[in-house]
Structures are given as structure tokens and as C-alpha cells.
């Protein structure tokens, strides 16, 4: 070992650790953003993932800690003699826990986003062309796990990873257990479940009196926003059931009106809706202003959207009563793209990922990554999409089929 190159090897050395903790940065910026994701559901911009196969990234790490603890050896045994192991051992077990764990773990929580680009953009070529390695040792490990795994078959998925075997179209709908759906509201906001502005039904105080009587008369809602001009200029919320009387012989005033109103209630749109079912209790209302940070008016919620978020569709009827969906004969499902997701996924039985975009129209320009023609057709998981309609920069209709529910061949326009 006389000959042995110390200046190469002590650069191999600082590579090695600086790839690990890299590796190690990557794998915690992948965690922390699932994190976020599952804490809070609100965000409209899709979150970042890996590019390559999280395997790849473990068998990498561990490859390189192993060397650097060998070259490590070796040049402790040179310099030091029989104090080298020793020597060894402690050296590099303070510098991998700081530099390839502690420092990337701080910098990977503090700037997940950044960490997780230079990763995908480094790493994943290399880390593709190892993943066969990667998946063997992968593959040896789940064989040895098998033994203990066998009683563990069932298991409770997530909703953005529904089972093969499961019944997931339109003909079995799932029914939402009541206490699952309790269980449920701890990881679901009120941006989530609100009804947007643009679809709210409110009383525009500057619109002539005989124009708020006509409306009164054909709605169907008990409490409305009462505005000026636009939402954001909210003043109160309406009873109807109070000025009922008056509508018969249009007596009614503005002054009555604002008499049978009350103040509004606002809500922050990240507010859980476990506390917010509290809220509505303790503050004894039925109707919320959802706002967001800047306090601009996104929607509305109610006590029974989050009961029915709770309880969900006992009834597979419930599904033909949705306006936004119509089935076909074939068995698929034109539906247009103002349908909220939440609610396709709820009448439905279906599983639309539903953490980022609302609509079926979000989701479709969020995937195509541009406002897309008619007779585009794309793929979400098992769903099969055809944009057969767009409308104002808007998808406006879209044909919606399972991959396993329908089999002939749809001929391609």
C-alpha cells in the first residue's frame, strides 16, 4: 500500500459524499412535498414528483456510503496503521451523519421544490439506466418480506391510487361509509368542497327592485349573498324564508330586505373541515364567505355540503340526477367540463384526481398543459377522455369512458 494515490482517492472520497447527500436531499424533498400534499389539499398548481424510480435513488445512496467508507479504510490503514478501522469509523460516520444527512435533510425541508428539480434534472438518466439492479434488490427484499406480509392483503387506499380489482364504474358506484368519511375531513378543506363565485346565487343590491323580486320568486335556495355590484362586496346574507311573505304582492324593499338579513360569516379557504363543522356549531350558522389570503371572495360553503361530504350518496340513483352528467347507451358518460371533480368522483364511483384543478375543465387543460381542439382524446389513469366540445377558452364537453368498461374500439376522428 505504499503506492497508494491519496490525492485521487481523497477526491473520489468528497464525491461520494457529496452524491449521497445529494441522493439524501432528493429522497427528503420527495417526502416533504407528499407531506404538503396530504396536509393541504387547496393548491391548484400540481406538485413536482420524481422522474425516476425512487429504487434507483435508494440503491445509489447506499452504494455510495459503502465506498466511501471503504476508500476511507484504506487510507486510515495508511496513514494511521492499526489505529485506522478506528479511526476510519469514527471519521466518516461524522462526516456522512453531517454532511450526507443532517445538512441535505435541512436544505431538502427548507427548499423542497429547488432540491427535487436539480435532482430530477441531474439524476434521472443515470438513475433510469440502474433501476434494473435496482428493481432486483427490490424484488429479493419484498420475497424475503412475503412471509410476514401474507395477513396484510387489505389495506385501505388512498384515493389517488384506486385498486385494479375494484368495481370502479358507473354501474357499482362506491358509497361512502359515514364514519370514513369523518375519518376523512381531516385531510379536506373547505377550497375543496366551496361552490365557486361564478356559480353562486346572490341578490345584487343595485339591480332594480322589480328585477330582485322576479329572482326571489324563482329561487330555490333559504339563504342568499346580498352584494353590491360584484361578491367581493358582500353586505350581508338573506333568509329568504323571512321576506316570503312579501313577494306575493310585491311589497318588497330594499329596506326589508337588508332588515331580513344577517352578517355575513367568512371563511379562510384552508380551514379543515373537521374545525370548520365546529365552527358552524359554535357560531350557529349555515352558510360561510369563503376567502382566501388577500380576502377576495372564492365561494361559498355550507353545513350541508360538509354533511354530505360526510355521508356521501347512498343512492346510485343520485348519479342521473347530476345536470352536468349524461349517460349514454354504450356506457359512457358525456359531462360537461364545469362538473365539479369531487362530485364525478362521489356520484360516480370514480377516481379523478381531484387534489389540484376543481373542474373537469381544470383538469383536462392542466393535463393537456395548453386550451386544447375538440376531438382531442387523452388518458388519466383508467379513464379514457375525448374533448368533443370547447367554448369560450373552455373545454365545455367531454366524453368520459373506463379503459375496462368499455371494450369495443372507439375509430379515432
Not at 505504499?2 to 432528493?26: E, H, K, N
Request: proline letters at 6%; one cysteine or more.
Amino acid at each position: 500500500m505504499d503506492g497508494l494515490p491519496i490525492g485521487p482517492m481523497l477526491a473520489v472520497f468528497a464525491l461520494l459524499i457529496v452524491w449521497s447527500g445529494l441522493f439524501t436531499a432528493v429522497e427528503i424533498a420527495q417526502q416533504q412535498l407528499l407531506a404538503q400534499r396530504t396536509a393541504s389539499r387547496a393548491s391548484d398548481k400540481p406538485l413536482a414528483k420524481l422522474n425516476f424510480p425512487l429504487d434507483s435513488l435508494i440503491l445509489c445512496n447506499t452504494l455510495c456510503r459503502a465506498l466511501a467508507v471503504v476508500i476511507a479504510t484504506l487510507l486510515a490503514i495508511f496513514l494511521c496503521a492499526e489505529n485506522g478501522p478506528w479511526a476510519a469509523c469514527l471519521g466518516v460516520g461524522a462526516i456522512l451523519l453531517v454532511f450526507a444527512d443532517y445538512f441535505p435533510r435541512s436544505v431538502a425541508q427548507r427548499y423542497p421544490d429547488a432540491v427535487l428539480g436539480l435532482g430530477n434534472t441531474l439524476l434521472a438518466v443515470p438513475l433510469k439506466i440502474v433501476y434494473p439492479f435496482a428493481w432486483l434488490f427490490s424484488r429479493l427484499s419484498s420475497l424475503l418480506m412475503s412471509p410476514f406480509v401474507r395477513k396484510a392483503q387489505v389495506v385501505q387506499h388512498s384515493e389517488d391510487e384506486a385498486p385494479a380489482d375494484r368495481h370502479d364504474d358507473a354501474e357499482h358506484p362506491v358509497r361512502a361509509h359515514p364514519v370514513s368519511g369523518i375519518h376523512a375531513l381531516d385531510n379536506i378543506t373547505v377550497n375543496d368542497i366551496l361552490v365557486p363565485r361564478s356559480d353562486v346565487d346572490g341578490i345584487n343590491l343595485d339591480d332594480p327592485i322589480e328585477a330582485i323580486i322576479e329572482q326571489l320568486r324563482h329561487n330555490e335556495r333559504t339563504r342568499l349573498p346580498v352584494f353590491h355590484s360584484d361578491i367581493n362586496q358582500v353586505e350581508a346574507v338573506l333568509n329568504t324564508r323571512q321576506v316570503g311573505h312579501l313577494l306575493s304582492n310585491g311589497e318588497l324593499t330594499r329596506e326589508a330586505l337588508l332588515a331580513a338579513s344577517y352578517e355575513p360569516y367568512f371563511v379562510p379557504e384552508s380551514t379543515p373541515l373537521q374545525l370548520q363543522l365546529l365552527n358552524f356549531h359554535k357560531q350557529q350558522r349555515r352558510l360561510g364567505m369563503v376567502v382566501d389570503e388577500y380576502g377576495e371572495v372564492l365561494g361559498i360553503v355550507t353545513l350541508e355540503d360538509i354533511l354530505e361530504e360526510i355521508v356521501g350518496e347512498f343512492e346510485s340513483e343520485h348519479s342521473l340526477d347530476n345536470p352536468h352528467i349524461h349517460p349514454q347507451a354504450d356506457g359512457r358518460m358525456v359531462i360537461d367540463g364545469a362538473a365539479s371533480i369531487r362530485e364525478l368522483n362521489k356520484c360516480l364511483g370514480w377516481h379523478l384526481p381531484s387534489d389540484g384543478p376543481k373542474t373537469l375543465n381544470g383538469l383536462v387543460t392542466e393535463a393537456l398543459e395548453t386550451i386544447p381542439e375538440s376531438a382531442v382524446c387523452l388518458k388519466i389513469g383508467r379513464y379514457r377522455l375525448e374533448i368533443l366540445e370547447t367554448e369560450d377558452n373552455r373545454v365545455s364537453k367531454v366524453l368520459i369512458w373506463l379503459t375496462s368498461s368499455v371494450p369495443v374500439l372507439i375509430p379515432a376522428r
